[in-house]
């Protein structure tokens, strides 16, 4: 924005002569900004209008880059910014575009908290500068949050209004077609209560009757890929790592079939299955067995990896935590124990309910479970360490299945309805107080899952399949890599193998999955002790002060000895002092509860 | 009510047609890339795996020597041309892309003791066992021509290394001193001594160009400057040093090839104590030559085998060797950091590649992207043990395989005597030497 004072008006002359010069190298695009800049507003003259844009902008620059040391390269992309500045005209998003500190957080990785006992002054300065790169990392990758193209969906009221209220048939009205389009039920009541499971893009849909019927289809444009009656009651059904492969838990065996419905395999060691899952990432296939085994199936070599014998009678609970690949298992006595295949016993009890637990389910960032038990209560558990109950409601029907969305939404279904619950934020736990959403169904609930990458529950029940619309329930945005909804064969087969050269072997699953990242500081200390045992002598130990010689005279012994003591007294000082410090903890310990009596004092 | 339902269009997201690149839409939230260390290790354990497969270092054997190689010298101008002494006095001019000999000299008489190029490449000089210096063209004689050195210097005894100044028209030889000429002049500029001894080599330093290293047969290692008449300082080690190379990187850094298997990195400003004992050789360590980065070097030892070390590691990272392959005399790393050549008893020159499992040639941006997040993987992961295992294992011929388990009975049986040493005299009067003073005798000045 540049408006040239006219040579009539009071600036002294030389400023004048100045501006004549500046005047001389203007280029088209300078006249046109005057001319729309002046026409929108006669601004102040130019000389003040500069030095006013200028000044904000160095410290803007300086601040941003210290913050943020990427925030450089963005800034220097931008190449035509210096001839907008001749023109005056100011860049309106100066600078990197901001970034929330929160989402920031979610990308970060190290925790800056834990110290590493006696580093190094080398290990120490590597593990800075592998923090600060991982701080530009997070920044980066919390940047590139704006490239995301979708925007969750979600339910309001009008207020006052209880979302609860709403009815599947007004949310069917209310959006487009094609989300009208997933809400449908499907009508088989000849064929019992229905078992489903979605495929890990969310793309397909597999259901397996009580008596027998199994189905697998395309559910987004409704193309079945097979139909078969298996002649057996049918406990549970299950996708594999890819839509092509079908795990079917029967009465006796448990058998996998691909999408032409062709049996593949019967795996007669998994006898008596309840309950399946598949821990994609692994390869394994779950299976808990009336027998009261957990059987982890290698479904990539077709080996039996462990079979765990959970000693707690008859398993028909079980659910898998997708952050940890640990299976929940859940007991009639009110227990819910955590499995993992490298360890014979489990890696935790926790009693949940009294009475048995009917459902459990985990959701997917790995902090929260839902447990229902046979005492009507549902419960919900922070699973970061300390496995207590966040909250609890008493409903009145108890609930018999359960499940969390990719968004955190909670569903529980009891008899013939399903109640949803949401949280406040994306990360937060459900609230138990509302219900978000409620719907009655056909026939007893038999089993839920959400759709993943679509607002959908599906819920079998003993009336057939039905698809319910729940806003706000799945991740908009998909990572194309891991899992795409829209992918063509080719890519699925290349996805595929990838995958399975990134298997990741059974033994490594443990409670917390980014311990393998970090330093094993019990087994560190062990080498060392080992190691000072074996020289003879530690050789990382401090070496005791040894004073150095001064100048003319200053080094007499006694000024020596001097130092000497002055060093090892501030050395034992300090040992005190930590010792003293210790001591309190101690002593507050002991006294508890009555009145400090005279006698107390000969008590040893 | 308000509502919105997620409804994707599916044309954002397939691709139009058959010929357009599949659409990817990234999502980088940690809740949909679970067990992203696991994965991360198991690609790591594959990439390390990967390099052991591919790990082929031999690229090509040069022969034509009708005797032992005993010297090289690189180019500093031109990356293909190597050349090499003999134990017969013959010089060879090598091309190494198209792996031939492009000239033979027959430069003197019995050994060729040293080679080395003047900077600007257009000419090299020898010394031999006939108390020559020579200096030839690189060019080849015209047609007709005879093949003559440019410059022959008759000397008194016998020279046993040389190496030219990186800036300016001097060189250094040694022998029974050192000798720094001006190339105009027949007679030397200044001659260095320090005791009596035999000097087996002589290093200009690449940066502080007036320094000057040597290495002599009383054990002890000699610096000294140009500027001065006399040596600056040295040091004498429990062994003879056959040879030191300066670190082209940091200018006050060494490394000394000694015949007690070791390799010594000094500090010049401190040869008390070196900076780091290099040990994996089983037999006398003959040459060593960094590479142009400063960060690595490669040893050749009497033991039939090359070693690379980085610097600041006393264990090799890689070792070479072939059936075929006798004592290795001579080795340079290349100016381009991506070769070394050796040249050994059996008359033959091999090149290596110095990182065994790198692909060769021009790569495309997916494989570079892919070599690179691979070799980042295998940095953070290299510590465990699987891993370090397998990254770490190398075939061994029997002989160094058999003298390595040897020489650990024997090391560790000294340091049992010393502990008992230690622990049966009184406290304080017998003292644990670490391995670094062990070797240093005395430092003079």
Known sequence: ?604 | MKVKMLSRNPDHYVRETKLDLHRVPRNYDPTLHPFEVPREYIRALNATKLERVFAKPFLASLDGHRDGVNCLAKNPKSLATVLSGACDGEVKIWNLTKRKCIRTIQAHEGFVRGICTRFCGTSFFTVGDDKTVKQWKMDGPGCGEEEEPLHTILGKTVYTGIDHHWREAVFATCGQQVDIWDEQRTNPICSMTWGFDSISSVKFNPIETFLLGSCASDRNIVLYDMRQATPLKKVILDMRTNTICWNPMEAFIFTAANEDYNLYTFDMRALDTPVMVHMDHVSAVLDVDYSPTGREFVSASFDKSIRIFPVDKSRSREVYHTKRMQHVICVKWTADSKYIMSGSDEMNIRLWKANASEKLGVLTSREKAATDYNQKLKEKFQHHPHIKRISRHRHLPKSIYSQIQEQRIMKEARRRKELNRIKHSKPGSVQMVSEKKKHIVAVVK
């Open chain 1, 1 to 604: 924005m540049e408006t040239v004072p006219k040579p009539g008006s009071n600036v002294p002359p030389k400023k004048d002569r100045l501006q004549a010069k500046k005047k001389k190298p203007r280029r088209y695009w300078e006249q046109e900004t005057t001319g729309t800049a002046a026409g929108a507003s006669p601004g102040p003259p130019h000389k003040r209008k500069r030095s006013r844009e200028l000044r904000p902008q160095k410290p803007k620059r300086n601040d941003t880059s210290k913050k943020f040391r990427i925030s450089k390269k963005p800034r220097e992309l931008k190449s035509p910014g210096p001839q907008r500045t001749f023109s005056g005209a100011q860049d309106p998003f100066a600078g990197p575009a901001p970034v929330n500190v929160e989402v920031v957080r979610k990308y970060c990785r190290i925790d800056k908290s834990k110290e590493l006992p006696h580093a190094k002054t080398k290990t120490r300065s590597r593990l800075a500068v592998a923090e600060a790169q991982e701080e530009e990392t997070s920044v980066r990758a919390a940047r590139s949050e704006l490239l995301l193209a979708e925007e969750p969906g979600f339910l309001e009221g009008e207020d006052g209004e209880d979302t609860a209220k709403i009815r599947q048939a007004d949310i069917v009205e209310a959006v487009d077609i094609a989300s009208a389009a997933k809400h449908f039920d499907l009508n088989l009541r000849q064929f019992g209560p229905y078992r489903l499971n979605y495929s890990r893009t969310g793309r397909h849909l597999a259901f397996g009757g009580r008596r027998g019927h199994v189905a697998a289809l395309d559910w987004v444009t409704k193309k079945l890929m097979c139909e078969i009656n298996v002649m057996e009651a049918v406990r549970d059904i299950r996708f594999l790592h890819s839509e092509a492969l079908l795990a079917v838990a029967q009465n006796r065996w448990l058998h996998i079939y691909d999408n032409q419905g062709i049996e593949l395999h019967c795996v007669r060691r998994c006898d008596r299955v309840t309950r399946l899952e598949f821990l994609p990432f692994h390869f394994l296939l779950a299976t808990a067995s009336e027998t009261g085994f957990l059987t982890y199936l290698d479904v990539s070599v077709g080996k039996i990896v462990a079979a765990l014998n959970a000693r707690a009678g008859r398993l028909s609970v079980m659910t898998q935590n997708p952050y940890n690949a640990v299976i929940h298992l859940g007991h009639s006595n009110g227990t819910v124990s955590l499995w993992s295949p490298a360890m014979k016993e489990p890696l935790v009890k926790i009693l949940c309910h009294r009475g048995g637990v009917r459902a459990v389910a985990v959701d997917s960032t790995g902090m929260h479970m839902a447990t229902s038990g046979l005492d009507h209560q549902l419960k919900l558990f922070d699973l970061r360490g300390t496995f207590q109950p966040l909250s609890t409601r008493t409903l009145p029907q108890g609930a018999g299945h359960l499940a969390f969305s990719q968004r955190g939404l909670l569903a529980a279904g009891m008899g013939d309805v399903v109640n949803i619950w949401a949280g406040q934020r994306k990360a937060s736990p459900p609230s138990l107080e509302q219900p978000y959403l409620t719907h009655r169904l056909s026939g007893h609930v038999h089993g839920l899952q959400f759709c993943p990458y679509e607002d959908v529950l599906g819920v079998g029940h003993s009336g057939g399949i039905t698809s319910m619309l729940v806003p706000g329930a799945a991740e908009p945005n998909f990572d194309g890599l891991e899992s795409n909804p829209y992918r063509s064969r080719k890519q699925r087969q290349e996805w595929e193998v990838k995958a399975l050269l990134e298997k990741v072997p059974a033994e490594l699953i443990c409670l917390d999955p980014r311990a393998l990242a970090e330093v094993d500081v019990i087994s560190l200390e062990q080498a060392k002790k080992e190691r000072a045992e074996r020289l003879g002598y530690d050789p990382d130990a401090r070496a005791p002060f040894q004073p150095k010689p001064k100048q003319k005279g200053r080094s007499s012994t006694a000024s020596l000895v001097k130092r000497k003591r002055k060093v090892m007294d501030q050395e034992h000082r300090d040992k005190v002092r930590q010792s003293l410090e210790q001591q309190p903890q101690k002593q507050e310990a002991k006294p508890t509860g009555a009145r400090p009596s005279a006698l107390d004092r000969f008590v040893r």
